[in-house]
């Protein structure tokens, strides 16, 4: 079960920010734009399963891009058209997935309607943690590494 860490606006630290990271090292990352347009979540698993093989990530390609595509799925409903984002980040003990949109998301997922509700169920049974950050333009997911 995920645990959902909303972090306010301005609340500290968001989890994956540099100040949260500390000494974490980045060992991958991959920034990638994508379209306001029902093609992104396709675009954003293609782009996640590319760079899980190579990185050689054993273990975590399916739910990454069940993950993402559950996000960039739930962004697009509610993003203004500006424009949307995708951000894949690595360390050794983890892969952070971000979309953000120029738009902001509803404050809970589960209670902004039915289809929302099965996303936040998705990244509940999948993602180790997930939740949004700055002011809800970020929608990210973490999936645990295998040692």
């Known amino acids: 079960m995920a645990t959902r860490t909303p972090v306010p606006s301005g609340a500290g630290a968001r989890p994956g920010s540099a100040r949260d990271r500390g000494t974490v090292e980045e060992l991958h990352v ?15 698993r293609v782009a996640v399963r590319v760079a899980v093989r190579a990185w050689r990530l054993p273990g975590v390609e399916e739910r990454a891009a069940l993950v993402v595509s559950e996000a960039v799925t739930a962004v697009l409903r509610h993003a203004d058209p500006g424009g949307l984002a995708l951000a894949v980040r690595t360390t050794r003990r983890r892969l952070r997935l971000e979309v ?46 295998p040692a």
């Open 30 to 44: 991959l920034s990638r734009p994508l379209p306001s347009t029902v093609a992104a979540a396709r675009l954003a």
């Open 100 to 145: 953000r949109c120029s738009g902001g998301l509803p404050a809970a997922l589960a209670s902004a309607g039915p289809d929302d509700a099965d996303c936040a169920a998705v990244l509940d049974a999948t993602a180790t943690r997930w939740g949004t950050c700055d002011g809800g333009r970020v929608l990210w997911a973490e999936l645990a590494l």
